[in-house]
């Protein structure tokens, strides 16, 4: 994905080495009419870490990172190089409340109610999503159940895929643990066999890696699944947005995301089980 920014210094910060990681970016929801939230990072003195690993560590997918660094190494990044950081983001549309997922950004949204007294926030993660053939149902729906240490009973469409050479086939039962696709932490949305949870290939989150599903890093998953209560509202959508609406003349603007749409209406598949 190739990104666009302009941006003028007060919205890309530098930093001198890569910092800890910030999982769950969390900003105020803002109260101007504009749309957009964030800011636009530059980090440097990257040691012997990836660019995957710097992905990871600022909660951003494969394809933004990758996008916002032409050029740049995935594997081998420049270790005193200038890494930028898309962590400048287009809110969906409105209505911003419960979950709202964006397929053709890869990025999940989660608006919390706010408590009395309180400003009201978002939180947001970067996703893998389905690949070809395996779409996700777009559309309303809500957070079902919640299952920690989850286990997977691996619907029979997925077992029958044409496996790789040498690659042995699936069983019909995976067993929690740290083997398990879905990870330790699982969200049931209505939609049938679709789960918004972890994995234990993070990796893919920002790619087109799933069977419907949508894939957290680890960390966010926990973090989201503590946060996140039953009955909590969400809506899938597929939308090419452009750019944001800012109160602040200093703009972001970002090419129209570059994938497919869906185009598959709300409906339940009724798989047998979830479709990591």
């Not at 709202?100 to 400003?119: S, W």
């Not at 039953?230 to 452009?242: A, F, H, K, L, N």
């Given at each position: 994905?190739?990104?666009?920014?302009?941006a003028?210094?007060?919205?890309?910060?530098v930093?001198?080495?890569?910092?800890?990681?910030?999982?769950?970016?969390?900003?105020?929801?803002?109260?101007?009419?504009?749309?957009?939230?964030?800011?636009?990072?530059?980090?440097?003195?990257?040691?012997?870490?990836?660019?995957?690993?710097?992905?990871r560590?600022?909660?951003?997918?494969?394809?933004?990172?990758?996008?916002?660094?032409p050029?740049?190494?995935?594997?081998?990044?420049?270790?005193?190089?200038?890494?930028?950081?898309?962590?400048r983001?287009?809110?969906?549309?409105?209505?911003?409340?419960?979950?709202?997922?964006?397929?053709?950004?890869r990025?999940?949204?989660?608006?919390?109610?706010?408590?009395?007294?309180?400003?009201?926030?978002?939180?947001?993660?970067?996703?893998?999503?389905?690949?070809?053939?395996?779409?996700?149902?777009?559309?309303?729906?809500?957070?079902?159940?919640?299952?920690?240490?989850?286990?997977?009973?691996?619907?029979k469409?997925?077992?029958?895929?044409?496996?790789?050479?040498?690659?042995?086939?699936?069983?019909?039962?995976?067993?929690?643990?740290?083997?398990?696709?879905?990870?330790?932490?699982?969200?049931?949305?209505?939609?049938?066999?679709?789960?918004?949870?972890?994995?234990?290939?993070?990796?893919?989150?920002?790619?087109?890696?799933?069977?419907?599903?949508?894939?957290?890093?680890?960390?966010?998953?926990?973090?989201?699944?503590?946060?996140?209560?039953?009955?909590?509202?969400?809506?899938?959508?597929?939308?090419?947005?452009?750019?944001?609406?800012?109160?602040?003349?200093?703009?972001?603007?970002a090419?129209?995301?570059?994938y497919?749409?869906?185009?598959?209406?709300?409906?339940?598949?009724r798989?047998?089980?979830?479709?990591?």
């Amino acid at each position: 994905m190739t990104l666009r920014y302009t941006a003028t210094a007060a919205l890309v910060a530098v930093a001198a080495c890569v910092a800890p990681a910030l999982y769950g970016a969390t900003f105020a929801l803002p109260n101007d009419g504009s749309t957009g939230v964030g800011r636009v990072r530059v980090v440097t003195d990257i040691g012997r870490s990836t660019l995957l690993d710097v992905a990871r560590r600022y909660d951003v997918g494969y394809e933004e990172i990758a996008g916002a660094n032409p050029g740049v190494s995935v594997w081998l990044p420049p270790a005193n190089g200038r890494i930028v950081i898309p962590t400048r983001f287009v809110l969906p549309e409105r209505p911003w409340t419960g979950i709202v997922v964006n397929l053709r950004e890869r990025r999940l949204y989660y608006f919390p109610q706010a408590k009395k007294g309180e400003a009201p926030q978002v939180m947001t993660y970067p996703l893998g999503i389905a690949r070809e053939g395996w779409p996700t149902p777009l559309g309303r729906t809500a957070i079902v159940a919640k299952y920690r240490d989850p286990a997977w009973l691996v619907p029979k469409s997925i077992r029958d895929e044409p496996r790789e050479p040498g690659e042995p086939a699936l069983p019909a039962y995976v067993p929690p643990g740290p083997d398990n696709p879905m990870g330790l932490h699982a969200l049931k949305t209505g939609f049938g066999g679709i789960f918004i949870h972890g994995t234990n290939r993070p990796w893919g989150v920002g790619l087109r890696v799933s069977h419907g599903c949508l894939h957290l890093y680890p960390e966010d998953a926990a973090e989201l699944f503590a946060r996140v209560p039953v009955g909590t509202p969400v809506r899938i959508v597929d939308e090419p947005r452009v750019a944001a609406v800012l109160a602040d003349p200093a703009a972001i603007a970002a090419e129209p995301y570059p994938y497919a749409p869906y185009g598959v209406e709300a409906n339940d598949a009724r798989a047998p089980g979830a479709q990591p």
